[in-house]
């Protein structure tokens, strides 16, 4: 007579090696979930931030702007206040009495620099140029045809003073220094009909000077060159 035989069930254990697979599958799927909603917040946080980074630079940009802008108009009102007011001391006279002829041949002025007359077809170079010897007369009075304002000094001007004179004539276009021994005054400021005698750099009248007439309203051909002309060292 056969015996009965029975099997037993396998094991449902937890510890077993199914279980532990699926386990380990269901935490791997927890941190990848995890970590894809971190990446999008991250990516979300930094996205915004940038956002707001560029937005921040537009609107500093923009205010900027807005304060250049208000500090040229500034600048602009208080040019035109300035130029509205005489230079105390100034010499002035009638540019409808002064020549403007194109000629080559030497021309003969009244005054020392001149301030306008006839003159040469060709300007001396002016934009900020600082000459160490004499400019010819006649192509000097051509840049002031052009609204230049021609600094000059004699031997009687301190150097520390056409230090700093240069440096302004430097770096504003439509200007040129240049050295005249025979005038009076130890240094002079000449523009199209107009001049001006200073002892110092610092003598609020030569800003109110260039301020004026550098292409200022006196300027029979505004806007022509002050480049492309003639130079000398």
Avoid at 80 to 97: F, M, S
Wanted: hydrophobic share 35%.
């Amino acid at each position: 007579m056969a015996g009965n035989s029975s099997r037993t069930p396998q094991s449902t254990d937890p510890n077993s090696r199914q279980a532990r697979i699926a386990e380990m599958r269901r935490a791997e799927k927890a941190r990848e979930r995890r970590n894809k909603a971190i990446a999008i917040t991250l990516s979300t946080l930094i996205v915004g931030g940038l956002v707001g980074f560029g937005a921040w630079v537009l609107i500093d940009q923009k205010q900027e702007e807005k304060r250049k802008e208000a500090a040229a108009a500034q600048l602009r009102k208080e040019a035109e206040e300035i130029r509205k007011k005489p230079v105390e001391g100034e010499q002035l006279w009638d540019v409808k009495k002064l020549g403007r002829n194109h000629v080559e041949t030497p021309v003969k002025y009244e005054t020392v620099p001149p301030v306008g007359g006839d003159h040469h077809p060709r300007w001396m170079n002016c934009n900020g140029d600082v000459y160490k010897t004499p400019v010819p007369e006649v192509n000097a009075v051509h840049s002031l045809e052009h609204g230049a304002v021609w600094v000059t000094y004699n031997d009687k001007a301190p150097q520390a003073e056409l230090d700093k004179l240069a440096t302004t004539v430097g770096k504003t276009p439509y200007t040129l220094m240049s050295p005249v021994k025979e005038q009076n005054g130890a240094i002079m400021l000449s523009a199209w009909g107009k001049q001006l005698t200073v002892d110092s750099a610092d003598d609020p009248r030569v800003k109110q000077f260039f301020t004026k007439y550098v292409q200022g309203e006196q300027t029979p051909e505004p806007g022509a060159a002050c480049t492309n002309g003639l130079t000398a060292k």
